[in-house]
């Protein structure tokens, strides 16, 4: 599985921090969006389209209470 976008809502510690990562598998994307960092809970959405996991990252980032979601460098 390789990471291609990586999104972060600029907080520190397990109870604030939120990551959306984007990840490629043989033609299937990967969503997966993670609460308490590293260690934290994760829910994964699969997708069979680019586009489609794009969409799905952009409205979880859109629906979070938090303003300053930056993306990350991946790689």
């Given at each position: 599985m390789e990471r291609r976008k990586h999104w972060w809502n600029g907080k520190w510690g397990r109870?604030?921090?939120e990551d959306i990562l984007l990840s490629e598998d043989a033609g299937i994307w990967w969503v997966e969006a993670r609460e308490?960092?590293?260690e934290g809970r994760s829910r994964w959405f699969e997708f069979r389209d680019e586009d489609l996991a794009l969409?799905?990252?952009r409205n979880l980032i859109s629906n979070s209470p938090f303003e300053k979601w930056r993306e990350l460098p991946v790689g």
């Open positions: 109870l604030a921090r308490g960092g590293a969409d799905c990252a």
